[in-house]
Nanobody, 119 residues
Framework: QVQLQESGPGLVKPSQTLSLTCTVSGVSITTYAWSWIRQPPGKGLEWMGVIAYDGSTYYSPSLKSRTSISRDTSKNQFSLQLRSVTPEDTAVYYC?????????????WGQGTQVTVSS
């Protein structure tokens, strides 16, 4: 059974770096494509970026300058870093699995984690 679980601080101060980790069980992250997606309050889902089975990464153009996605295959985890956050980065952050890079169809999701940016 495939499961994803996000973890990280729920509160981040403005200008700091938001760091989240997604722990995956039931499948190796060296297969498929693994994304970060967020949903600000009252808004729709926003795709942030993806790390593919081979470790290659792709980012949303609007977030590319502030975003990094990495992985630790020994722990079967992948991580998100979002730099220089502002209150507009307040959102529920999700990790999810897609069959391949380039699709926005996800078959497995984490439960999501609320991150608030506030001083």
């Amino acid at each position: 059974q495939v499961q994803l679980q996000e973890s990280g601080p729920g509160l981040v101060k403005p200008s700091q770096t938001l760091s989240l980790t997604c722990t995956v069980s039931g499948v190796s992250i060296t297969t498929y494509a693994w994304s970060w997606i967020r949903q600000p309050p009252g808004k729709g889902l926003e795709w942030m970026g993806v790390i593919a089975y081979d470790g290659s990464t792709y980012y949303s153009p609007s977030l590319k300058s502030r975003t990094s996605i990495s992985r630790d295959t020994s722990k079967n985890q992948f991580s998100l870093q979002l730099r220089s956050v502002t209150p507009e980065d307040t959102a529920v952050y999700y990790c999810a699995r897609a069959q391949r890079v380039g699709t926005l169809e996800y078959d497995y999701w984490g439960q999501g984690t609320q991150v608030t940016v506030s001083s």
